[in-house]
């Protein structure tokens, strides 16, 4: 049996109990609301982009501990990025989330902020787990293109 | 084809030995560590049932209501037999009540295309309650996007059950429907029909009872209960999936246009105008699921063959323990609490999501239900993305409550503060 301390380790733990950048930005340049029907989990990630790099990133919602890990390690690595930077992390963290065809290695200092990210691709063995790691990506992918609609994971 | 044998180990008074019925389920003997919690999302199938269905397709098979060859005849002597073990079930006075489809859902939505659309009109209402699966909230609307009724709910009070006096004083001469189940899904509140039926009927509404999670586990009595509809899912009753049934008394039935068109359902078809069958047959277009009916009446048998009374005196023992076990677990909150319950035990840990309860659950092989439950409004009510729902059925007891409470230990301290 696999041991439930990878899908679990800490450091979801502990941002799963005291998460990151927990706050509504008050004029968001950017912003998106994710959803997943099949668990009711809401997460709306904030944005403001200065130019291209992004100056802040915050996110709210409701979701299990795996998605509000998620979304807050993903606010983390994102200050400071720029948008095709966010884009790179989101399709690196996409494809080992998921087992997916692999995509080419990010350059450093990428790397390094993927392998933060790397404790969130132990849900690749609980298929039902996937979407709860990645709604709150796909909710920024949604705020970048601007389309200001709710992101269903159905 | 050969009986459901029902050995005699379940004794009738005194009731039966769960770890006996365990050995039944050929599921607990291919996973013998399951503890196996979530019999109102679906119910395991037993021996009986599934060795009959099979029986059936290698001994008996033929469509229905068409061939003049002995084993067509056969096949639909098995098929009407399954109506008649229905008829029996629901305690219906007649077997042209008994309506076979798909699942509840297919039967609510039913009457609602059916009854609703021809004798419904707009500002007449439907009054259902707050504690609804979806299935009994979703084909209201759709008549109402269609017709023009209105969709009137009925509140839960403080502690999670139907609020009767609020039930009571939503009841108007508008209201032509009166839909509710029987036991919350989500909760396993019992709600009172008999009440319910009484006081819609003063009020010249019908009543349609969604008995998905109340057929399992109580005697069922249309004719006592006096309501105009009520339906069932064969799949949570220890039968197949893709058959339900839908009861519904004779003289609505018969005065009901037809749900769906083809074969089976008509008398005499030209291409001017069809005469229709008379029900239940009207309601059963096409070839309908004859080992489905087939394996839902085994599961009928083997239900009877374990006692009504019993069941519930199990479903009774096993939900007080549970709710006892439960009440005692720091940071556990009960749904519906002080409610009379059946089967059915819904609760939120404080500060962890049902998705990660169920989870580490999962990890110590006991198989919960986590979510809203097909039933969000409640969730909504209760502030509550949703729960973590552990049901019972006749092959558990105690020990799977002990299980159940002891990897509930282990969820708290991963998650504790």
């Not at chain 1, 790099?53 to 979701?63: Q, Y």
């Not at chain 2, 609703?116 to 007449?124: I, R, V, W």
């Not at chain 2, 036991?183 to 509140?189: E, F, K, P, Q, S």
């Not at chain 2, 008398?267 to 047959?281: A, I």
Request: hydrophobic content about 40%; aromatic content about 8%.
């Amino acid at each position: 049996m696999i041991d439930l301390r990878e899908l679990y380790q800490d450091i979801i733990l502990d941002h799963g109990r005291h998460p990151r950048n927990f706050r509504e930005i008050e004029h968001p340049t950017h912003s998106a609301q994710g959803y997943n029907p099949l668990c009711g989990d809401r997460v709306t990630v904030y944005l403001t982009l200065e130019g291209d790099r992004i100056a802040d990133v915050s996110f709210k919602g409701r979701g299990c501990a795996i998605s509000t890990a998620a979304a807050s390690l993903m606010t983390e690595v994102l200050k400071g990025k720029t948008t095709a930077e966010a884009r790179a992390l989101f399709a690196q963290f996409h494809a080992r989330a998921t087992g997916g065809e692999p995509v080419p290695d990010l350059p450093e200092p990428l790397a390094e902020e993927m392998d933060r990210l790397e404790p969130l691709t132990g849900v690749k063995a609980y298929p039902a787990r996937v979407k709860c790691a990645t709604l709150s990506w796909h909710a920024l992918e949604a705020a970048l293109k601007g389309s200001g609609e709710t992101v269903k994971t159905e | 084809m050969r009986p459901a044998s029902l050995r005699s180990v379940y004794p009738g008074p005194g009731g039966f030995d769960p770890k006996e019925v365990k050995r039944e389920f050929p599921i607990f003997t291919n996973n013998p560590d399951l503890i196996f919690l979530d019999s109102a999302a679906s119910a395991q199938k037993p021996r009986a049932v599934i060795d009959g269905t099979a029986d059936y397709y290698r001994t008996d098979y033929a469509n229905v209501h068409r061939g003049v060859y002995r084993l067509s005849a056969r096949s639909t002597e098995l098929y009407e037999e399954a109506r008649d073990k229905v008829r029996r079930f629901l305690n219906a006075t007649d077997r042209r009540e008994i309506v076979f489809v798909r699942n509840t859902t297919e039967a609510i939505n039913l009457v609602a295309q059916s009854w609703g659309s021809a004798f419904l009109h707009e500002g007449d209402e439907v009054l259902i309650s707050e504690l609804e699966h979806h299935s009994n909230i979703v084909p209201w609307q759709l008549l109402r996007d269609r017709v023009g009724i209105r969709l009137v709910v009925a509140p839960i009070d403080a502690t999670g059950g139907l609020d009767l006096a609020a039930f009571e004083a939503y009841l108007s001469p508008r209201t032509r429907l009166v839909a509710l189940t029987h036991i919350a899904n989500a909760t396993g509140t019992l709600v009172p029909v008999e009440r319910v039926v009484a006081l819609a009927h003063r009020q010249g509404a019908k009543v349609l009872i969604d008995g998905s999670q109340a057929a399992p586990r109580l005697p069922i009595d249309v004719q006592a209960l006096g309501c105009d509809f009520y339906a069932f899912t064969g799949h949570k009753v220890y039968g197949p999936t893709g058959i339900g049934v839908l009861y519904g008394r004779f003289e609505l039935l018969s005065a009901m246009p037809p749900y769906q068109g083809g074969g089976e359902m008509i008398l005499r078809v030209t291409f001017d105008k069809t005469e229709y069958q008379e029900p239940p047959h009207r309601f059963e277009a096409g070839t309908p699921d004859i080992a489905g009916a087939i394996g839902l009446g085994l599961a009928l048998d083997f239900i009877e063959g374990l006692g009504r009374e019993n069941i519930l005196e199990h479903e009774e023992m096993l939900t007080g323990y549970g709710v006892d076990r439960l009440s005692h677990i720091p940071g556990l909150r009960l749904l519906g609490a002080g409610q009379r319950r059946l089967g059915i035990l819904s609760f939120d840990i404080d500060g962890v999501h049902p998705h990660d309860v169920s989870q580490v659950l999962d990890q110590h092989c006991v198989a919960v239900r986590a979510g809203d439950h097909c039933a969000q409004p409640l969730m909504d009510r209760f502030g509550l993305p949703g729960t973590t729902r552990a049901s019972l059925g006749v092959y558990n007891d105690e020990s799977d409550i002990d299980r159940l409470v002891a990897a509930l230990e282990a969820v708290r301290e991963m998650f504790a503060r």
